[in-house]
């Protein structure tokens, strides 16, 4: 029975869980996708959901919310200035989970998380032919 069992553990205590965790968010929110295993990305869309559902108010309080979960000044901008505003009429479901496979060395089942709106964080600009 799984009474009360509330997330993955991760293999990691309940601070390195968490650090791994706000790890993640920055990096999908400053690169609008990430390689991940499934179960790591199951847990990150439990963080950055909500972050994108508080982003898309933009008040003081809202920024320093989201800055206590991210690492960086810079991330929680691009949260409030790239991420949200697409996400503004969405009542939810930001993100998406596409499987990958099997990762060579271990045989982890592997995934990619990125957000459901295009963002500008997504769209990266080829080259210009000269």
């Known amino acids: 029975m799984r009474h009360r069992l509330a997330h993955r553990k991760l293999n990691r205590d309940s601070a390195g869980r968490k650090a791994l965790l706000r790890g993640l968010a920055t990096q999908l929110i400053e690169h609008g996708t990430l390689v991940t295993t499934i179960e790591r990305a199951k847990e990150l869309r439990k963080i950055v959901e ?16 989201a800055a206590s ?4 000044k810079k991330t929680v ?4 200035s790239r991420v949200a505003p697409p996400n503004a009429q969405r009542q ?11 990762r060579p ?17 997504n769209k990266v600009e080829a080259p210009a032919a000269n």
């Open 92 to 102: 939810g479901g930001y993100t998406r989970i596409l499987k990958l496979g099997f």
């Open 77 to 80: 901008g691009d949260l409030f």
């Open 105 to 121: 060395g271990d045989h982890a089942r592997r995934a990619i998380i990125e957000f459901v709106e295009p963002t500008a964080i």
């Open 50 to 65: 909500p972050l994108v559902a508080l982003a898309r108010v933009d008040s003081v309080n809202n920024r320093r919310s």
């Open 69 to 72: 979960t991210l690492y960086s």
